[in-house]
């Protein structure tokens, strides 16, 4: 959205625990994690970005965590191009509930607002009390997924909103790793992704805006853990957020900034470019220099027999053909190259 880009600060204002600013790890396009339960594509995500038990607070009663009784860590990655949240959690319980068919399950409950939109976004809180503000407002720019850990002839999350199909492929998977039965203790897996969406319309995708991700974008996330330890109980033990406040799950204003890290030991120079045609009829084109690294020098070779040195040039050919087009970038770090094959086409 234009305005927050404008004057970015104001939501992150509002964020919960200032100073505070986790790590989104960023994944090669060659490394993306299986959604398998299976915790070897992770093994590169440095210790750093782990974001332990003692990072959470209950906020309700006021339960200390004990790790004999319940320990969690989870891990958040993301891809370049890809507008999806990977996860991973690991969580060791000493009593796992899950054999209710309902709401009572051991949960990590989910909230992500994409654009730092901020505010309240389930019907319980719309200021209107309108009837339909289930279809209208219930998570409409933030996105609450109580997910059950595990889940046991139910779906993976309940998605406490208007919108169930973003629990679905393409926008979401699951899987799960354990050899425990209700009531046992032992360890869990939990590997999934999800699609962090603008707006997500009642309607369908057809009617809903991803939220796009991109390197060093800060977003708004939070989660909690319910733990359950008796069949026959009629609450959770305790509310333990990443938040430290309560109303993390229905105010987006109430999440803890994450931001979208660049790629680890990448090369101190990699070139790359974008482009958009501004006036097809005038064949006329503006690139855009998107090369990681200190840069000193460009060159541009529009292979139509003419070249820039501007970073960002408009280009105006001559006339229509397929092109060969390249930027050449230099810097402390050495020299790199980047040619796209037919990428520009014009009449």
Not at 70 to 86: A, Q
Not at 127 to 143: E, L, N, T, V, W
Not at 238 to 265: I, Q
Not at 310 to 334: C, M, N, Q, S
């Amino acid at each position: 959205m234009k305005i927050l880009s404008l004057c970015a600060v104001i939501p992150l204002l509002a964020l919960e625990r200032p100073g505070v600013e986790f790590k989104i790890y960023q994944f090669a396009a060659n490394q993306i994690p299986r959604i398998d339960g299976d915790t070897v594509d992770w093994a590169s995500v440095p210790a750093s970005y782990a974001i332990g038990i003692d990072q959470l607070k209950d906020t309700v009663n006021n339960t200390a965590m004990d790790r004999k009784d319940l320990d969690v860590t989870v891990k958040v990655g993301w891809v370049r191009g890809l507008n999806r949240l990977y996860f991973l959690y690991e969580a060791s319980d000493n009593y796992w509930d899950f054999a209710r068919r309902d709401l009572h399950n051991d949960i990590f409950e989910l909230v992500v607002d994409g654009d730092l939109s901020g505010g309240p976004f389930i019907k319980q809180m719309h200021p209107a009390k309108s009837g339909d503000a289930h279809y209208r407002f219930h998570g409409i720019h933030a996105q609450n997924y109580h997910i059950f850990t595990p889940a046991l002839d139910k779906d993976w999350t309940m998605v406490w909103g208007c919108q169930p199909w973003i629990k679905n492929l393409p926008y979401a998977n699951a899987a799960y790793k354990y050899d425990f039965r209700p009531g046992q203790s032992g360890k869990l897996i939990l590997e999934f992704f999800i699609t962090p969406f603008d707006y997500a319309a009642y309607e369908g995708p057809e009617r809903s805006i991803e939220s796009k991700l991109t390197e060093n974008k800060i977003i708004g996330i939070s989660w909690s853990v319910l733990d359950y330890d008796d069949e026959n109980g009629k609450s959770y033990r305790g509310f333990w957020n990443l938040s430290h406040k309560t109303t993390m799950y229905g105010n987006a204003s109430d999440l803890v900034a994450f931001r979208l890290m660049p790629l680890e030991n990448r090369a101190a120079l990699e070139a790359d470019w974008s482009y958009q045609v501004l006036d097809l009829g005038r064949r006329e084109v503006a690139f855009r220099n998107e090369s990681f690294g200190t840069q000193t020098k460009h060159h541009w070779d529009f292979g139509d027999g003419t070249v820039s040195t501007d970073e960002h040039p408009v280009h105006r050919f001559a006339k229509g053909g397929e092109f060969v087009i390249t930027l050449t970038v230099e810097g402390p770090g050495g020299t790199a190259r980047r040619t796209k094959v037919w990428d520009v086409v014009l009449p």
